[in-house]
């Protein structure tokens, strides 16, 4: 029997959901963190991604204004921790001293990134879409890191806490 479900439920059924933190630049030039599943590979040459965030919080509008992201995926020991990164707003707070979620980056690098992760991207805003209560940013991939021995944090129970596979 066919059982119509909301978009949130839908959300459930598809956990385990993709988890990163995406890092952005403040006004002041340091670092804000953000707890995001909504992001995806969309073209491969040339190498972009995208991410949908809120148009609440402040990781869209620094973005829009500095034009550079990264997203991380973390390893397991800092997954609570960039959980807490989706708790509260980086107008706020200092999120990445305050869970201690340590940042690293290249003199050369445009924006900082999570030390250690299993995947760093390194982003250049290509084009954003407003799309009513989110807006989508696509990014135009500048470097990537990977470490296949750190292993994957995913948002289990829709986005209710992290977990490993495996
Ligand atoms: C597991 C998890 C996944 C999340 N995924 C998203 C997402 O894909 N897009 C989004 O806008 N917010 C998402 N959030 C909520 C944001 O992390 C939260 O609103 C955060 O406070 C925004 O921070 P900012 O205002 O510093 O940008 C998620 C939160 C958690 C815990």
Aim: charged residues 20%; aromatic residues 8%; proline residues 4%.
């Amino acid at each position: 029997m066919k059982k119509e479900i909301t978009i949130g439920q839908a959300q459930k059924l598809t956990s385990p959901n993709p988890f990163c933190i995406v890092s952005s630049l403040k006004e002041d030039g340091s670092t804000n963190v953000m707890a995001l599943s909504w992001w995806t590979y969309v073209s491969n040459h040339p190498a972009l991604v995208a991410i949908a965030t809120s148009n609440k919080g402040m990781t869209g509008k620094n973005i829009l204004e500095r034009e550079y992201f990264a997203i991380s995926l973390v390893g397991e020991e800092l997954g609570e921790a960039a959980f807490k990164c989706g708790t509260c707003h980086g107008t706020d707070c200092d999120k990445a001293a305050e869970f201690g979620i340590p940042l690293t980056k290249a003199e050369d690098e445009p924006v900082a990134y999570v030390d250690g992760a299993r995947l760093n991207i390194i982003c250049r805003l290509k084009q954003a879409v407003n799309l009513e209560d989110h807006s989508l940013y696509i990014g135009e991939v500048l470097k990537i890191y990977g470490d296949e021995d750190v292993a994957a944090v995913y948002a289990m129970n829709g986005y209710s806490t992290p977990g490993v596979i495996g």
